[in-house]
């Protein structure tokens, strides 16, 4: 099956966490390498793309104004490894706004992001709205990209309804369906702005009925695949959505069809 996973980062070795690790990576060290050969085995290669944040670096984006371009570089290098694989997004730092705004108009308009994202306030450390947040979300509409916008907790999600009311122009996917504790006040927001998705990375995608309540109440045109690789498993991921009870058409939409609609990419 055919599929755009909207949603994974590049994370450096650090030996203490689990964002190093790859899922599948053949024993050695790891790197960008292990990166592209794990993806490169997986189920996502069978004609599928992924797009890639960057993860690590961005908790230093407060105190370190060039923390934004090494933590996208890292990203952009992955990417341009094996570019039928993979897909660049760009992560904005709020507190360095004039260099990031900058940066999203190279990367979108020379570098070949397709979104913005992912937004991730609680690791960044910065507010989920604001003047800074704004901006952001103006300059994506204005590029034409989407924004990806990290949400695993009421007010996270409730912020995310905000901005989409703010700024109609902006395609928000929300990340994670709300998250997987409050994932039915991220679905009634989502369900209630036309300019919000949701997409189905981290555990809301194999945790209990959270896809089936989802398509019930959003629908298939409303949902994105996500993994959050490489801290979850996308052949294990992959496989939930081919299970979900579905028509294949619909199957199709949540697997690429949308993530390809909204990136005005085609596969
Ligand atoms: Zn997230």
Redesign the pocket.
Known sequence: MRVIDVHSHIYRENGHDPGWEIPQAAPGPIGPESYVDAVGRSRLAQGGRMVVYAGSGIEKFREDATAVRGANEAAAELVAMAPELFILGFTPDPFHLQETLCMMEEWVKERGAKIVG?I?PYIAGHEREGPEIDAVYEKAAELGVPLNN?SSTTEDSAAIGRLAEKHPEARIIM??IGGTWAFRDGIKVARAHENIWADTS?WPMVAGGIMEIALRELGASKLVFGT?YPLCDIDSWVSRLERLPVSDEDRERIAWRNAADLMGIGL
């Open positions: 992912e991730v990290h990340a994670h981290g959050d």
